[in-house]
């Protein structure tokens, strides 16, 4: 097999060293150690992804790969073989997709292109979007530190979100940054 299409968005690393592979077309799996690459057209759960344009690609510490498109998110369980699909019908603040990482608490964060939703373990969801404070809607990029803060990349400024408190210090142009934007 070859790679779904060769415009990719995204990489992410399975703890069995697997390259997953965001690409325009779908996504893949690449072994690092044989570069076998495997397409799942076929795959009786992710042939629902095949063609899809998919942003991006994360692995949380379940080890579940989280899988996010244009027309949403998907969660992968591959032990469990299962899949579930978010959209804003059950509570992404859009389907458009950019962006996943999580807290020390389990609770996801997918960044989207109208705002950051919290998919809590027991299936709730809080946003947080400009209506609800956020410089702008557009949340690209998300890392998590060392202390737990999560740095999200909010269009044209660098947000600091504390999961603790739900606070969030905001990082723009003024303080030396680019108004060009963070991904």
């Not at 899809?52 to 989280?66: A, E, R």
């Not at 579930?84 to 992404?92: A, Q, S, V």
């Not at 060392?146 to 044209?156: D, K, P, V, Y």
């Not at 408190?165 to 940054?177: A, D």
């Amino acid at each position: 097999d070859s790679l779904p299409s060769t415009w990719t968005n995204g990489f992410c690393v399975d703890a069995a060293a697997n390259l997953w592979v965001a690409t325009m077309r779908g996504i893949c799996k690449i072994n690092t150690n044989s570069l076998q690459v495997t397409n799942f057209t076929t795959h009786p759960l992710l042939k629902e992804l095949n063609g899809l344009y998919t942003n991006t690609v994360w692995i949380d510490s379940k080890q579940q790969l989280w899988i996010g498109t244009n027309r949403g998110a998907w969660c992968y369980n591959e032990q469990k073989q299962t899949l579930k699909h978010y959209t804003d019908k059950e509570g992404l603040s859009h389907n458009r997709v950019f962006s996943f990482n999580e807290d020390n608490k389990d609770n996801i964060y997918i960044g989207t292109v109208a705002g950051l939703t919290v998919l809590a373990p027991n299936g709730a969801t809080t946003i947080y979007n400009r209506s609800k404070g956020l410089r702008n809607d557009k949340c690209e990029g998300i890392l998590k530190d060392e202390h737990g803060f999560l740095w999200i990349g909010n269009l044209n400024c660098l947000i600091r979100f504390d999961p603790a408190t739900n606070n969030y210090s905001v990082y723009e142009e003024g303080l030396g940054f680019s108004h060009a934007g963070f991904r």
